[in-house]
Nanobody, 120 residues
Framework: QVQLVESGGGLVQAGGSLRLSCAASGSFFRINAMGWYRQAPGKQRVLVATITGGVITNSADSVKGRVTVARDNAKNTVYLQMNGLKPEGTAVYYC??????????????WGQGTQVTVSS
């Protein structure tokens, strides 16, 4: 199983930038994809962006052009670079990983989240 730990959240002014990190650890054969989701207060968790096979996929329209996702396979870490942050970006940001376990079962795992607060 994969354990995910997010970091890099904090308070930032509108228009500012943050770089979130998600480090994966544990026992697994391979991570197929990793991604970022966010959940604002009182709202459902929604997609921010994902990366599969080194290619950014499934990015939300609301963040296109303002976020980039990079994966460091050697470190089992995925990064979310967010620029031009808006107040509506205030949310808990969660890392997700689709992994293949040592028994070749597919797992969908989540981190605990990191808080991002964008002030006006």
């Amino acid at each position: 199983q994969v354990q995910l730990v997010e970091s890099g959240g904090g308070l930032v002014q509108a228009g500012g930038s943050l770089r979130l990190s998600c480090a994966a650890s544990g026992s697994f054969f391979r991570i197929n994809a990793m991604g970022w989701y966010r959940q604002a207060p009182g709202k459902q968790r929604v997609l921010v962006a994902t990366i599969t096979g080194g290619v950014i996929t499934n990015s939300a329209d609301s963040v296109k052009g303002r976020v980039t996702v990079a994966r460091d396979n050697a470190k089992n870490t995925v990064y979310l670079q967010m620029n031009g942050l808006k107040p509506e970006g205030t949310a808990v940001y969660y890392c997700n990983a689709e992994s293949i376990g040592v028994t070749f079962k597919v797992y969908d795992c989540w981190g605990q989240g990191t808080q991002v607060t964008v002030s006006s």
